[in-house]
């Protein structure tokens, strides 16, 4: 298979047509092998329109959606970034390479184990701290952050994630509203609050780490 043509048919019909215009975003993802970042079985489907299934019930995200979520971000060369659910560290590429210096939180290991082998293959050392951390709590360590992406589909934003992002800061989602619906929002923090808005519809896997617990019934 030729994936360097792939990428180019997948910016070209996918990303262009669908509103993202943004040309640091675009030669990244022209020049990422996303194939890189999925299981041997699954490479040939880099860079199909939709979302591709993990291991452990997980996916990566459809081009298009991570393209417009990011660019949503409106990232600024240097900015923090938080990635959550990173998967295995395609999001977390193409922020670095269009200029982010990124914190990437995985805790599922097979995706930990792709992340780590192909994460040094396209970017320089150093690029992206990949830590082996709950992704709901956030990473206090490296806060605040510039911009979060949380990178599935979840119910809400718990707290710890406008509390890690820095004033001016901006962080993007998935919220789901039902089957395979949801909605793609943008927080921005100002005066200590985050104030948030709807950004375009769409749908993509949920990330279990981030289900809602039952709660008792008496």
Known sequence: MDYADARKRMVDGQLRPNKVTDPRLLEAMRDLPRERFLPRAATARAYTDEDIPLPGGRAMIEPMVLAR???????????????????????????ARIGARVTALEADAPLLEIARAALPSCLPAGAVR????DPTQGFAAAAPYDIVLIEGEIPEVPPVFTEQLAEGGRLVAVIGIGRRQGKAVLGQKLGGSVSTVTAFDCATAPLPAFARRPGFVF
Do not use: H, K, N
């Open 69 to 95: 979520l990011i660019q949503l971000a409106a990232v600024r060369p240097g900015d923090r970034a938080l990635v959550a659910g990173a998967g295995t560290g395609y999001g977390a590429a193409v922020l």
């Open 130 to 133: 990949l830590e082996a951390s």
